[in-house]
C-alpha cells in the first residue's frame, strides 16, 4: 500500500503472522481500505484464542452481543490465521445455520487465497478439487468443515493426534435467537453437541471453542458451563453495558441506546445484550409505561385479534378464557388498546361472541384467529369464514413460543407508543402483563400480541 514503505511492510508481515490481533487489523485494513473501528473487546477475543491456539485453553466459551465482530473474528479470521500457522489443521465449524456456516467457510477460502494473506503465510495454498464453500482442504492436508447445527457430520473429524494445534471445532451462534425458547429446539442442538458434534474431536487435545449470545439460562453456552459435559469451560463474558456503566462498544451502540433497548425489550436485553438470560418474570412488560386515554383519536384503523381457549370450562378449574383484543394504529405511527372481549363459554357460546364482536366492531375492522396445524386447521378456519362472511377476516398460523410473538408488542408498550383506552378492563390487563409469561393467564398478552403483529404490518393470512 502506497502510504508504507517496502520495511514498513515487511514488518507489518512479520508481526500478523506472528500475532493474530495484529492480523485481524491488518487483513482488515488491506482488504478494506479503511481502519477497523475495534474496541477493547476485541482484542480480549483476539488473546483467549491466540491461547486456544498455544495450547492454553482447551474449552472456550465466549459470550457476546449479536454483530460485535464475533464471527469474523472467533470463525473468519481465527480459522484463516490458524490454517496459515498450520496448515494440515482440521476445522469443523457449525451454527444455527447450515447456509450461515457454509458461507463463514467460503469467507475464509477467500482469505486464504487472496493476494493479502498470500504475502503473510506463502506456503498455504488450496487443493485443486476445493471449490465446495461448505468443504475445502489446504495441500498439506488441512480440512476445512462447515455444518449447520443437527446436522451429518459423518467422515470428518477435528485436530490432528500431536503435539501443537492441530485445528478446532468452532461453533458460532448454535441456537437461532426466535427459538431458543423451545426446549425441545434447544435441547435438540444440546443432544447433538453431546451425540455428534463432541465425538468429532480426533484428540483429547483438539480445543472447543463456542462463541454465541446468551438466549435463554438452559442454552448451549449455559449448559456447557454448568458443567453439562463433564469438562472445565473458560467464560470469557461481554455484557454490551458494563458494570461500570460504559458502554463495550460505544461506537455501535452509545450507553443512552442500550438503555433505550433495555427499556423497550428487557427480557431480550438481559440475554442477548447482558448475556444474563432470565426467566422473565415480570421483565417482560412494563405496563406502567401505558398512558392512559379518554378518547379514540379519529383516524384510526383498527385489528382484532382472538386467542382461543383449548379447554371447554369445567366447574372449579380455572380455564383458559377465549380473548378478542381490538387495538387501534394511529395517524401518527403509535398504537392504542381500543378493547378487550374475555369470556369461558362453550364452542358454541365462543363463536356467537365472535360474530356478536364482529357486528359490533363493523366491517373496517380486521379479524384476525389463529389457525392450528394440519387439516383441523383447515376446518377450523373454513368453519369460521362461513361464520364472519362479509367480515374482514383472515386466520395465520402461530409463529415461535408466547414469548417470541409478545416481544415486539411489549417493546412498543415499554418506550410509550402503546396508549390504552381508559375502561373497567384495563386493571385486569395490565396485571397480567405485569406477570407475563409467569401468570396464571396469558390470554390477553397472546391475543394483543397476534392483533398489534396484524397492525403492525404482520402475518400472513390464509382464508
Not at 475445502?136 to 501443537?164: E, H, L, N, P, Q
Not at 409505561?289 to 370450562?313: E, K, Q
Amino acid at each position: 500500500m502506497s502510504q508504507f514503505t517496502a520495511a514498513e511492510l515487511e514488518a507489518a508481515k512479520i508481526s500478523a503472522r506472528e500475532d493474530f490481533y495484529f492480523f485481524c487489523r491488518w487483513m482488515f485494513l488491506r482488504q478494506r481500505k479503511y481502519q477497523w473501528m475495534r474496541a477493547p473487546h476485541h482484542k480480549i477475543i483476539c488473546d483467549a484464542l491466540m491461547r486456544v491456539f498455544n495450547g492454553e485453553i482447551k474449552r472456550l466459551i465466549v459470550n457476546i452481543p449479536p454483530r460485535y465482530s464475533k464471527t469474523q473474528i472467533a470463525v473468519v479470521y481465527f480459522i484463516a490465521w490458524a490454517l496459515g500457522k498450520a496448515p494440515d489443521s482440521e476445522f469443523i465449524h457449525t451454527c444455527y445455520s447450515s447456509v450461515l456456516a457454509s458461507n463463514n467457510s467460503g469467507q475464509i477460502r477467500e482469505i486464504v487465497r487472496s493476494v493479502e494473506y498470500q504475502e503473510i503465510f506463502p506456503r498455504v495454498a488450496l487443493r485443486d478439487d476445493s471449490q465446495a464453500k461448505n468443504e475445502w482442504r489446504t495441500t498439506d492436508g488441512g480440512v476445512m468443515y462447515a455444518v449447520g447445527s443437527g446436522g451429518t457430520i459423518t467422515g470428518f473429524g477435528a485436530g490432528k493426534v500431536r503435539k501443537g494445534f492441530g485445528g478446532a471445532i468452532v461453533i458460532d451462534d448454535p441456537h437461532k435467537a426466535d427459538e431458543a425458547r423451545s426446549d425441545v429446539v434447544r435441547s435438540s442442538v444440546i443432544e447433538w453437541f453431546q451425540n455428534t458434534l463432541e465425538s468429532r474431536c480426533n484428540s483429547p487435545h483438539t480445543p472447543i471453542i463456542c462463541i454465541m449470545q446468551r438466549l435463554h439460562e438452559k442454552d448451549l453456552a449455559g449448559w456447557l458451563a454448568d458443567g453439562g459435559n463433564g469438562e472445565e469451560w473458560e467464560v470469557i463474558k461481554l455484557p454490551a453495558l458494563r458494570e461500570d456503566g460504559t458502554a463495550l462498544w460505544p461506537e455501535k451502540h452509545s450507553v443512552e441506546r442500550l438503555k433505550q433497548m433495555q427499556r423497550a425489550s428487557p427480557y431480550t436485553f438481559a440475554g442477548q445484550y447482558q448475556q444474563e438470560p432470565s426467566p422473565g418474570e415480570g421483565n417482560i412488560f412494563r405496563p406502567d409505561s401505558i398512558p392512559i386515554i379518554n378518547a379514540i383519536p379519529h383516524g384510526t384503523t383498527f385489528v382484532r385479534g382472538w386467542d382461543l381457549a383449548a379447554t371447554v370450562p369445567v366447574p372449579g378449574k380455572d380455564p383458559d378464557y377465549t380473548v378478542g383484543f381490538k387495538i387501534g394504529k394511529l395517524l401518527d405511527g403509535r398504537f392504542v388498546i381500543a378493547d378487550i372481549v374475555r369470556l369461558r363459554g362453550l364452542p358454541h357460546e365462543v363463536e356467537a361472541a365472535i360474530l356478536n364482536t364482529a357486528c359490533r366492531d363493523g366491517f373496517d375492522v380486521k379479524i384476525s384467529l389463529p389457525q392450528d396445524p394440519g387439516q383441523a386447521g383447515k376446518s377450523q378456519v373454513a368453519s369460521f369464514a362461513r361464520l364472519l362472511a362479509g367480515f374482514n377476516f383472515g386466520s395465520s398460523p402461530e409463529s415461535g413460543d408466547k414469548v417470541t410473538r409478545a416481544e415486539s408488542f411489549a417493546a412498543q408498550c415499554n418506550v410509550g407508543n402503546v396508549l390504552m383506552l381508559k375502561a373497567p378492563w384495563n386493571d385486569e390487563l395490565i396485571s397480567e402483563m405485569r406477570v407475563f409469561p409467569n401468570g396464571a393467564h396469558d390470554d390477553q398478552v397472546d391475543s394483543g400480541s397476534r392483533a398489534f403483529n396484524e397492525a403492525a404490518g404482520g402475518a400472513q393470512w390464509a382464508f
